[in-house]
């Protein structure tokens, strides 16, 4: 009995982490299979033709409303494919210059400034070994383009061609389904604020002056620096949002705020320093 040749995409988990207000997407890879069913003889042959398989990005906003979605390639794996077997089972042997070019994709900066890690800015490539032939040497990735950040939901479709001929169109083989924000994007945050802050002890108001200080910044960073005779530090083009401020033993939380509003009071919890004259 005949049969169309298609292609099943299975999701590579990645289990949730809890307690973020943004989660990462939980799927990481996906693996590629065919399967054969359906009354239409496969185009596949027994002798290897050349063949294509493309990978299609849908990226939208909602799942429920009407689409506003956009569309765009993700990437390319030449080769050829035939069948094998009885029942007869399609095969397939990968370009290794085609895994290569998948394997070596750019991955530009991100334009939004928070958590890279939060993003997911690839999906690995995994094959099924009855389906095709290994090819160890690559390691095969679709690279999601920078406007991924402002969808939550993406739909990766896959087509086949075979000899020339549209074998699988995208909407007859299955569908992987990628969350990318688990409501929506977050707002970019503002990459030009300020750290300005006269510190002062948290029991007699004295300036913490000449003092050692590091600043653990919300992605990851650290600025490190000594207060001045007032207390005072600035840090200059610091993220918006709230980043941690170490002062010997004691931490205190400390937010970015726009260049116009600098040298702020701020007093340091817990940190006990009585001057001359009050004493």
Same mark, same amino acid.
């Given at each position: 009995?005949?049969h169309?040749? @298609?292609l099943?995409?299975?999701?590579?988990? @990645?289990s949730?982490?809890?307690?973020?207000t943004?989660?990462p997407?939980t799927?990481?890879g996906?693996?590629? *299979?065919?399967t054969?069913?359906?009354a239409?003889?496969s185009?596949a042959?027994v002798? $290897?033709?050349p063949?294509q398989?493309?990978?299609i990005?849908?990226?939208?906003?909602s799942?429920?409303k009407?689409?506003?979605? @956009?569309v765009?390639?993700?990437g390319?794996?030449?080769?050829?494919?035939?069948?094998?077997g009885t029942?007869?089972?399609?095969?397939?042997?990968?370009? $290794?210059?085609?895994l290569?070019?998948?394997?070596?994709a750019h991955?530009?900066d991100?334009?939004?400034?928070?958590t890279?890690? !939060?993003?997911?800015r690839v999906?690995? &490539?995994?094959?099924d070994t009855e389906?095709?032939?290994?090819?160890? %040497?690559a390691?095969?990735q679709l690279?999601?383009p920078d406007?991924?950040?402002?969808?939550?939901? &993406?739909e990766?479709?896959?087509?086949?061609k075979?000899?020339?001929?549209?074998?699988?169109?995208?909407? !007859?083989?299955?569908?992987?389904?990628?969350p990318?924000? @688990?409501?929506?994007?977050p707002?970019r945050? $503002?990459?030009?604020?300020?750290?300005?802050l006269? &510190?002062? %002890?948290?029991?007699g108001n004295?300036?913490?002056?000449?003092?050692?200080? *590091?600043?653990?910044l919300?992605n990851?960073?650290a600025?490190?620096?000594?207060t001045? *005779?007032?207390?005072?530090?600035?840090?200059l083009?610091?993220?918006?949002? !709230?980043?941690?401020?170490?002062?010997?033993?004691?931490? %205190?939380?400390?937010?970015?705020?726009?260049? !116009?509003c600098v040298?702020?009071?701020?007093?340091?919890?817990?940190?006990?320093?009585?001057?001359?004259?009050?004493?």
């Open positions: 009995m005949p169309a040749t @298609r099943l995409l299975t999701p590579v988990p @990645r949730m982490p809890t307690g973020r943004e989660a997407a799927v990481t996906v693996t590629l *299979k065919f054969q069913f359906g239409i003889r185009v042959e002798a $290897p033709q063949a398989i493309e990978f990005g849908r990226f939208l906003k799942i429920r009407a689409p506003d979605e @956009r765009q390639s993700l390319v794996i030449q080769g050829d494919i035939w069948l094998e029942p007869p089972r399609a095969r397939f042997q990968c370009d $290794p210059a085609s290569m070019a998948l394997s070596a991955l530009s991100l334009t939004f400034p928070h890279v890690r !939060d993003l997911p999906l690995d &490539l995994f094959f389906s095709f032939i290994p090819c160890p %040497s390691a095969p690279t999601l406007f991924a950040a402002q969808y939550p939901y &993406l990766v479709l896959v087509e086949l075979g000899g020339g001929i549209l074998e699988a169109p995208r909407g !007859d083989n299955s569908i992987l389904d990628v990318i924000w @688990r409501d929506s994007p707002r945050r $503002p990459l030009n604020c300020v750290v300005s006269l &510190l002062r %002890s948290n029991s004295v300036a913490l002056a000449n003092l050692p200080y *590091k600043l653990q919300e990851g960073a600025l490190e620096g000594t001045d *005779k007032d207390g005072f530090l600035e840090h083009g610091v993220p918006a949002g !709230d980043h941690i401020l170490v002062v010997g033993s004691f931490k %205190s939380i400390v937010g970015a705020t726009p260049p !116009d040298r702020r009071l701020h007093m340091m919890v817990g940190y006990v320093l009585i001057s001359e004259e009050i004493a």
